[in-house]
């Protein structure tokens, strides 16, 4: 009984049934060569051997050009980019600690890592970054049309995390469904002033229970079993917006910071 090792090899996709047909043909001619050691078999043999070769090449063209035209972003682009370049590599954490025993050693590195920098900051409190706002005072808001909506909807992000309700890719493809309800949300928390807490920013402030934490490390060439690495929040898609960062005067009846989250999903500071 013969023992033979069989290494792992990566998917091919582009490979094809007339592939694995071509590549019987070439062994089917190279074991005739080795059998009769003629010059014409040699030839035969080169000639399946170059065809193969000309044939996967082929595929694997086709198979990128097809990845690149069904792209939707640049970002998938530059994803296709780096698995062909061999830049997107696995997520490696330290080897020196137990499994279930690296989320807490992670958390207090970050937490230490916190404190520390606040310590070494200027305790003395700066002056203000706005200044009184002196333009037109806003008064009510205008209904917002499902046209506005739709258009905001796309135009945001379309990452997800785990404490997203829904993912963003089916959250859009769902979204002729659920615009009406949406637009009709909106506009009843412009009218009134008062907005959904699902859609307050004061909700998604950073604390552990509303941001999923991953660490990433600053440089891959550095070992992964020393603490290099940042924290990565991950928020939900309703927090990743552009949020107002000035004040504004406003009726008392009708916050524009607390309209704001319900209008684009985002984050007002306090």
Same mark, same amino acid.
């Given at each position: ?38 010059? %014409? ?24 050009? *097809? ?17 062909? =370049? ?13 499994? *279930?025993?690296?989320?807490?050693? =992670? ?14 900051? *200027? ?7 706005? $200044?009184?706002?002196?333009?037109? %005072? ?51 928390? =412009? ?26 490390? $600053? ?8 603490? %290099?690495?940042?924290? %990565?929040? $991950?928020?939900?898609? =309703? ?10 005067? $406003? ?20």
């Amino acid at each position: 009984m013969r023992r033979r090792t069989v290494k792992p090899r990566p998917p091919a996709p582009w490979l094809t049934p007339q592939v694995k047909a071509a590549k019987q043909e070439r062994r089917k001619a190279e074991r005739q060569w080795k059998k009769s050691g003629l010059t %014409v078999h040699r030839d035969i043999y080169r000639l399946k051997y170059q065809f193969v070769c000309n044939l996967i090449k082929d595929l694997k063209r086709k198979f990128v050009n *097809d990845k690149i035209v069904e792209s939707r972003s640049s970002k998938e682009i530059f994803n296709i980019c780096n698995d062909l =370049l061999g830049k997107n590599k696995p997520k490696s954490l330290p080897n020196n600690f137990p499994p *279930d025993k690296i989320p807490d050693v =992670l958390n207090n590195f970050f937490v230490e890592k916190v404190d520390k920098i606040r310590q070494e900051l *200027d305790a003395k409190k700066s002056e203000p970054y706005y $200044h009184e706002f002196k333009g037109d %005072v806003l008064n009510c808001f205008e209904p917002v049309t499902e046209q506005v909506v739709r258009n905001i909807i796309l135009d945001s992000s379309k990452t997800s995390c785990d404490l997203d309700p829904i993912p963003s890719n089916l959250f859009s493809e769902c979204l002729d469904l659920l615009l009406p309800y949406i637009t009709n949300c909106i506009n009843d928390s =412009l009218e009134s002033g008062s907005v959904p807490c699902c859609f307050n920013g004061k909700h998604t402030s950073l604390s552990q229970d509303q941001f999923v934490t991953g660490p990433v490390c $600053h440089r891959p060439s550095l070992s992964q079993d020393q603490f %290099v690495t940042g924290p %990565v929040f $991950h928020r939900p898609s =309703l927090s990743q917006d552009q949020f107002v960062t000035g004040p504004v005067r $406003h009726k008392p009846s009708l916050s524009y910071c607390q309209a704001q989250p319900a209008l684009t999903g985002s984050m007002c500071p306090a």
